[in-house]
């Protein structure tokens, strides 16, 4: 049973409203954001409007704001940013959808003037817009807006869009718009792109940028970002009507070749039935690196092989994917596809071809998380001499998979990290290294027959006549 004085619901209620109140005023004294969620309370208490009202007044603060805040002090403006965002959320819009929505666009539109004068390194002011614009989508299906409406604002929000706070707008709200809301923004947008950024006199021209192409003015990248706003607007109206034509047509015939932009229209033919036109776009595409294949472009291409009926080219392609890359979930739909017994053979002949790729350690890395720790402790044997110590990341999970039941090979994996830290001198990684050097203690009485590897023994006599002056390290041994 929980004592009485735990900090808790029920023990806090038992003091009373009266000392509640008070404990409350002393605590938010001082504390700005404390007071404002309090009122933000008292006002949901005289209703949503009184609760839109305190946000509405809280915004436009907060738009007015001009002093810059460091990366390690966001933290006071993301609370503020949160509070107002979930009470419009939960005492607003449950009751006043419209004014919901009004504020949520209000919310949206300080993205801009917050993200000028906030670092935000650690993505936590962008994570508040982002459930801002999450929740604009769930607010404006009760609204019931006028959709011409809507469709103006987004409209005028796609215009203002220099930090991506209203990225996939058009989709999320595209259900909401239907087919006249979305009739009335294609408009707009295509008006847009009859009007290209004026051209001002040579002497007028302001100077935002350096490049390797020279001097880079602001009607250029006001350009630039008209043109993208068109370009991306078109594509998310077509995706939101279905019309993969029009989709397509955003892309000029030289861009079309692009993999991963030929496996987006090949996808998109696909669903719509046209898997013929799909495989033309995914043969036609072109890859100035030949060795490295778009992952998209992959996956998409099986998927239509498959749908018009080539299945054992995809099983080729298949086992070509997993031969380039060593790509297991490749190799994994190869050998589903097998009949009995020939999935066996695939499998071992599949592992034998990683003992002999060309990276050790991505052979490593497939074969401890396949897993194979047969073939893993046969490679890290064969290839100690390539284990990368710098590469603890692989390494280290690679040891305690093998140590059980190979502890040579576990053994080796761990000198490799320790050689890497002394020879580097990673002063950082000393506690690490000391720490493996411990476990290679442990290991050595688990081994049989080193043959010609180095006995623990021996390893560590060595490992003192070489860097026997790094105190650091041989004090964490210690």
Sequence with gaps: ???????????????????????????????????????????????????????????ATIARSRSFVEWDRTRPLVQDLETQRNAIVTKVAPKEPEEALDLMWRFLGLAASIYERCDDSNGSVGDVFYSAREDLGEIAESAQQDTNTLADRVFEALQDNGYGQYDNLIPLLSPVLGSDGLLHLKKHILELAEHPVPVPPEEEREVVGWGSGGETYAHEMAERSRQSTVRMALMDIADAEGDVDAFIAQYDAKTRKVPKIAANIAERLLAAGRAEDAWGFIERAESRNQSWVPSEW??????????????????????????????????????????????????????????????????????????????????VINRADEMDGDHYEILTPTADALAANYPLAATLALRAMIDFALGAARSKRYRH??????????????????????????????????????????????
């Design 1 to 59: 049973m929980a004592s009485k004085k735990t900090l808790n619901a029920k023990n806090l209620e038992a003091l009373g409203a009266a000392r509640l109140a008070e404990l409350l005023i002393e605590i938010s004294t001082g504390n700005a954001a404390s007071k404002r969620h309090l009122r933000l309370e008292l006002a949901g208490a005289l209703g949503p409007k009184e609760v839109a009202r305190d946000i509405r007044k809280r915004l």
């Design 298 to 379: 992959q996956k998409v291409r099986l998927d239509v092989l498959e749908a018009i009926g080539r299945g054992d080219e995809a099983q080729a392609f298949r086992l070509k994917c997993f031969q380039r890359s060593l790509a297991a979930d490749h190799l994994r739909a190869y050998i589903k596809r097998l009949p009995d017994f020939d999935d066996v053979e695939a499998e071992d002949k599949a592992m034998d071809y990683a003992l002999t790729y060309p990276s050790a350690l991505s052979a490593l890395h497939f074969l401890i998380h396949w897993p194979a720790l047969e073939h893993a402790a046969q490679l």
């Design 433 to 478: 290294a000391a720490r493996h050097l411990l476990e290679s203690e442990s290991l050595a009485g688990q081994i049989e027959e080193f043959g010609n590897v180095e006995q623990h023994v021996t390893y560590v006599t060595n490992l003192k006549a070489k860097h026997g002056r790094k105190q650091s390290f041989w004090q964490h041994v210690e």
